[in-house]
Antibody
Framework: EVQLVESGGGLVQPGRSLRLSCATS????????MSWFRQAPGEGLEWVGS??????????EYAASVKGRFTISRDDSKSIAYLQMNSLKTEDTAVYYC?????????WGQGTRVTVSS | QSALTQPPSASGSPGQSVTISCTGT?????????VSWYQHHPDKAPKLVIY???KRPSGVPDRFSGSKSGNTASLTVSGLQAEDEADYYC??????????FGGGTKLTVL
């Protein structure tokens, strides 16, 4: 059974950093692009970014709203994807989801809540 | 601004059909048969309802169907039911192992 579990969310002050993790099981992690999404309160789902497999260079793409502040990485030995969030802003407050895939997202985690507030 | 354009809202009465559009370019929707659709209820994980333009994952009712013409893909929900009320998003492959995402459509069952 494919499972994705996000962790690392919480309350953080503006300007600070937070790292989210997406622990996976039930599939060969190294074979899949992994993606992050978020949903701010009262807003729609927003794609945050995706990281390719090492076979495709392991590079990442980001939404304009987070580019330069967020970094996605992966540890294929642990089957975990990470979302490093720096210089957090109040508008980054959202539930963050990870998903398997880069353009078709069949499996999703349940999300982890991030609140950016002083 | 999202890469794929969806109408912000759509609505229909129970039993009716509603179609949601998703417009991209020849570099994404028009260039590949890899359009997917997702149903998202608040505070729940999104659910894949259509992949590869027309295919339904196991467990998704055949009331959900997908199609594509040129740079525009469409999701049709037939025989609307109350539980279909949700936000719907489209995505498409855009080359180089990643894709693009739509801004979402709020479907209201009247």
């Amino acid at each position: 059974e494919v499972q994705l579990v996000e962790s690392g969310g919480g309350l953080v002050q503006p300007g600070r950093s937070l790292r989210l993790s997406c622990a996976t099981s039930g599939f060969t992690f190294a074979d899949y692009t992994m993606s992050w999404f978020r949903q701010a309160p009262g807003e729609g789902l927003e794609w945050v970014g995706s990281i390719r497999t090492l076979a495709y260079g392991g590079t990442a793409e980001y939404a304009a709203s987070v580019k330069g502040r967020f970094t996605i990485s992966r540890d294929d030995s642990k089957s975990i994807a990470y979302l490093q969030m720096n210089s957090l802003k109040t508008e980054d407050t959202a539930v963050y989801y990870c998903s398997r895939g880069g353009y078709s997202f069949e499996f999703w985690g349940q999300g982890t809540r991030v609140t950016v507030s002083s | 601004q999202s890469a794929l354009t969806q109408p912000p809202s759509a609505s229909g009465s129970p039993g009716q059909s509603v179609t949601i559009s998703c417009t991209g370019t020849s570099s994404d929707v028009g260039g590949y048969n890899y359009v997917s659709w997702y149903q998202h209820h608040p505070d729940k994980a999104p659910k894949l309802v259509i992949y590869e333009v027309t295919k339904r994952p196991s467990g998704v009712p055949d009331r959900f169907s997908g199609s594509k013409s040129g740079n525009t893909a469409s999701l049709t929900v037939s025989g609307l039911q109350a539980e279909d009320e949700a936000d719907y998003y489209c995505s498409s492959y855009a080359g180089d192992s990643v894709g693009v995402f739509g801004g979402g459509t709020k479907l209201t069952v009247l």
